[in-house]
């Protein structure tokens, strides 16, 4: 990922001497311009460059093409703003979700979404309207997206009474698990992650309500069905519905490259409906019957299979879909019957593969893309495919859109900090509901007694996203280039490096925090007392890969061996993975204390990570001595969810 210079503020442009009228003139350049735009263009994207070449005199090739799909992609986002908006503000003009269901992976997790909807409704954040439901996955066995899928559906029916459960558009959103891959979301969830834009400040949640706010006025009663860490940008001008029996899908063109970690449709119409979209650009969103439908297979096997667009080098890949409540009823009868579930069955891989005129049950057996291959997966995949074949299918696919996957530390900064499409279509803004209590310029005071450099100096943060923190004095302090911040207390003279995420931090005045620094703060209930633990690691550190306890000292860990890394720390190996652990990773690495403040905690951390750099001979925070390190794993047994809200509404 490349990562543009560190800078705060915009330079201020020289005022530019105004030209009468009749010295503008156009040049031999800006003609030939014109005259290209009478060629016939391969594409409205190149109509819209040359357009934009013309107005820009040419300067429009310096900076990063901005095509007609992505300024279409912007003003649709914007116009699912402006309803959404409208709903928050008591419009009955808008039909919307009548439930919202959010799957979580265990019972304490369900609690802290039921306490931060809660505070969400009473807050009026989120449209009051909607019945939320939050269900666990049951105890047991991993059952996988498809198992949370049933279950979650079997539980539906029970608290919601058929005749009106039948009636109702409900929106089915995935958000188990602890993230960790991006563990400064894992105490709160993924889908309470905070995003740069609204008014108040969105979470994901908003976020997927404004995405999806299009398709209740589409739909027939049924469910929908999507994840949590996914925002779909889409222009859905077009004839399409959700209202067939059956499923109906949701897909989007995408390289082929992509494809091997995702589903791909085979059309009915073969290339015929990409020729279509072609030729009539207004209307990009097209229908289409589906011959079966392909999951994480190889470029060659696409190939064969006939799933790539003639002319091109993209498939047509999957994102969510809508079951009609025949379909329903259908899968909550089947777990009710075969659970508890012992072996985890994907959502997409195992539902859609068994539909279509081509769909076999030749997948069932291939177990190459399956976390732990568990006794009966096989049994149960075949078992799936019968309940589901013949079923009707089909899919909705949006030729003008944007795949946008928040679940890495990469992907989390490359979105919120570089993604111009996306910041443009959500309005990201790079800094977000700040409060600077700090000394600010008192509107009685004349410029002329302040020193020309401070009059002068760009205020503002510019390439990063700083976000519902306070700053003690905003002109002193400094956040590098693709750095997020989020809801922080920075003292003055704070200096945060490049590519960094600081999450619930209380930042000592002067603290310098070096680039790829990666800490969060996480609140804890410690006998009867809430205390704080800080976890420092680099960005790019793996939580979730894992070794042998005789081979742990190898792992990486801040870019270092994990050996090297406990010698500068001063730990031993046994008092970081006990004796008894098997397998050792970063997610169980018992490395981070706590304090009573959040203030000692953050200091302690930015000076770990600053020792494990190599910037400071050692931790010169003290340890208390009684104290006990913990592990990401144990932090989330002892949270404190109320702690976390009351910290957040503050």
Request: glycine fraction near 6%; aromatic fraction near 8%; proline fraction near 6%.
């Amino acid at each position: 990922m490349s990562v543009p210079p560190k800078k705060r503020g915009r330079p201020r442009k020289a005022p530019e001497e105004k030209q009468p009228e009749h010295k503008i003139r156009l040049k031999t350049d800006t003609l030939a311009r014109w005259n290209r735009l009478k060629e016939p263009s391969q594409s409205h994207d190149e109509f819209a460059r040359l357009l934009l070449d013309v107005f820009s005199g040419g300067r429009a090739e310096a900076s990063p093409k901005y095509t007609m799909v992505e300024r279409n992609v912007e003003v649709a986002t914007r116009d699912k703003l402006r309803k959404y908006k409208a709903l928050l503000q008591g419009s009955t003009d808008v039909p919307f979700w009548d439930i919202m269901v959010i799957t979580a992976g265990d019972e304490d997790q369900k609690r802290s979404y039921e306490q931060q909807i809660a505070l969400k409704k009473e807050r009026k954040e989120i449209p009051t309207s909607v019945k939320y439901i939050v269900f666990s996955d049951p105890p047991g066995a991993k059952i996988g997206n498809g198992g949370a899928t049933m279950h979650a559906l079997e539980q539906l029916q029970l608290c919601v009474p058929s005749e009106q459960l039948e009636k109702a558009n409900v929106l089915l959103i995935h958000a188990g698990g602890y993230s960790q891959r991006l563990p400064h979301v894992s105490v709160a969830g993924k889908i309470f992650m905070a995003m740069p834009c609204g008014d108040p400040m969105f979470q994901m949640l908003e976020v997927l309500l404004v995405m999806f706010i299009d398709l209740p006025p589409r739909m027939k009663p049924g469910v929908y069905l999507a994840a949590a860490d996914i925002i779909f940008l889409y222009n859905g001008a077009g004839s399409w519905n959700l209202m067939e029996p059956g499923i109906t899908a949701i897909g989007h063109p995408a390289p082929v490259e992509v494809a091997r970690n995702h589903g791909v449709y085979v059309l009915e119409e073969g290339g015929a409906l990409w020729r279509k979209y072609l030729k009539s650009p207004s209307a990009p969103t097209l229908m289409s019957g589906v011959r079966n439908f392909l999951h994480k297979l190889t470029s060659e096997k696409l190939k064969e299979a006939g799933a790539i667009i003639p002319g091109t080098n993209k498939v047509y890949v999957d994102l969510a879909y809508y079951m009609d409540y025949n379909t329903v009823r259908k899968l909550s009868k089947f777990y009710s019957r075969n659970k508890p579930l012992t072996c985890e069955i994907d959502a997409y891989g195992d539902f859609l593969q068994a539909l279509g005129p081509d769909a076999t049950p030749n997948y069932c057996k291939n177990v190459a893309n399956v976390t732990v291959a568990t006794d009966g997966l096989v049994q149960m995949r075949e078992r799936v495919f019968q309940l589901l074949r013949g079923t009707s299918f089909r899919v909705v696919l949006f030729h003008e859109a944007q795949f946008n996957h928040v679940g890495t530390t990469g992907e989390y900064l490359h979105h919120l900090c570089y993604n111009q499409t996306l910041m443009k279509a959500f309005q990201f803004s790079p800094e977000i509901m700040l409060r600077d209590v700090g000394k600010q310029k008192s509107q009685d005071c004349n410029d002329e007694q302040e020193p020309e450099a401070k009059r002068m100096r760009p205020s503002g943060f510019v390439g990063c996203s700083v976000m519902h923190s306070v700053l003690t004095d905003k002109e002193s302090i400094s956040v590098g280039a693709g750095s997020v911040v989020e809801y922080c207390i920075l003292e003055s003279g704070v200096q945060i490096g490049s590519d960094c995420i600081i999450s619930a931090l209380h930042l000592p005045a002067n603290s310098d925090v070096p680039d790829e620094a990666y800490l969060h703060t996480i609140a804890v209930e410690v006998d009867g007392q809430t205390q704080y633990t800080t976890f420092a690691f680099d960005t790019g550190d793996s939580m979730k890969a894992g070794r042998p306890r005789e081979t742990a000292a190898e792992l990486e860990y801040c870019q270092l061996s994990m050996e090297t890394a406990i010698q500068k720390l001063g730990y031993s190996l046994d008092s970081v993975w006990p004796k008894e652990c098997a397998k050792c990773s970063l997610w169980t690495a018992r490395l981070f204390p706590a304090f009573a403040t959040r203030l000692a905690s953050s200091q302690h951390a930015v000076n770990m990570i600053r020792t494990l750099r190599g910037l400071q001979e050692h931790a010169t925070c003290t340890i208390p001595g009684s104290s006990l390190r913990y592990s990401i794993a144990d932090l989330l047994t002892v949270k404190s969810i109320p702690a976390l809200l009351e910290y957040q509404t503050e």
